[in-house]
């Protein structure tokens, strides 16, 4: 059953921090284009269906359990290319809104994955019986439960951001566990970034960002590590050949890089230890 209402205003009801402005509940989506957005943050959930969300030159699938999340003033268009699509959605405002959503890190609009759909649809049923009461203190208890449902998509989308940064974490370590095992051969950034599915330019700027140093220094490092076992137990092998087995063909090069790590050349390092 369709379920829609728009709330009463007052200058009382406008000083909370969240405020209901419309909810709509089992609302078969129609074709919807607003070059200009609405003056209120919206979400819509899919309930029943799928449609297309396009914002910002791009197109994004909705699917059953997604929200699309609208800022003020912010341009869309969407509609269904299911058979029917059923939504809920509601209109809402309040200056502890934007704050939440910017503390949290949630800064445009977009499409967000709920972790319990059910839960945020019980809240909205909620929203409809609150109404349904005709109460002069509704836009009180319309407060309290609109910001439930804000944490249930806030919590989701930390949920999200946990799970792609332990995807991050796994690309990193994928590579950093590479580079321990090829340390002796020739390795190029391009094969790295293709064996993480990145770029080259974004797989060096993660691996900076979760280690503090650079995927080149940790090459230099690794092979070093080796370079300085080698150099102490085997000290009948020539340089030369501990340079070879240490990734680095020029042994001239080798012995500047070790002496600007080191602070001295290789024979002086297996001379003191």
């Known amino acids: 059953m369709n379920k829609v209402f728009f709330t009463k205003y007052t200058e009382q009801n406008l000083k909370l921090p969240f405020v209901l402005y419309s909810l709509g509940l089992n609302h078969r989506q129609e074709y919807i284009n607003r070059p200009s957005g609405l003056p209120f943050f919206q979400w819509i959930q899919a309930i029943k269906g799928s449609g297309v969300l396009e914002i910002d030159t791009k197109q994004y699938v909705v699917e059953e359990g ?26 809402f405002t309040g200056y502890g809104t934007k704050d939440l959503f910017e503390n949290i890190g949630i800064k445009q609009s977009g499409i967000y994955k709920l972790t319990d759909m059910e839960k945020v649809e019980q809240y909205m049923e909620e929203l409809f019986f609150i109404y349904s009461l005709d109460s002069r203190m509704e836009m009180y208890d319309f407060s309290r439960v609109l910001y439930e449902i ?26 950093m566990d590479y580079i321990n095992e090829h340390f002796k051969e020739p390795i190029m950034l391009a094969e790295l970034a293709k064996m993480a599915g990145l770029s080259k330019e974004y797989l060096c700027q993660l691996f900076k ?56 050349t290789p024979a002086k390092f297996r001379e003191l230890h």
């Open 150 to 175: 804000l944490l249930e998509i806030v919590k989701s989308t930390s949920l999200l951001n946990e799970k792609s940064l332990l995807n991050q974490n796994k690309k990193v370590h994928l590579v």
């Open 66 to 91: 997604s929200g699309m999340l609208f800022f003020p003033n912010v341009g869309h268009k969407y509609y269904g290319v299911s058979k029917e699509w059923i939504v809920h959605f509601m209109c």
């Open 209 to 264: 960002k979760m280690n503090g140093f650079s995927i080149f220094d940790y090459i230099t490092d690794v092979r070093l590590a080796h370079a300085k076992i080698l150099l102490i137990n085997d000290r009948n092998e020539k340089i030369k050949n501990i340079s070879r087995l240490c990734g680095y063909e020029d042994v001239s090069y080798f012995g500047m890089v070790f002496k600007k790590k080191e602070g001295m």
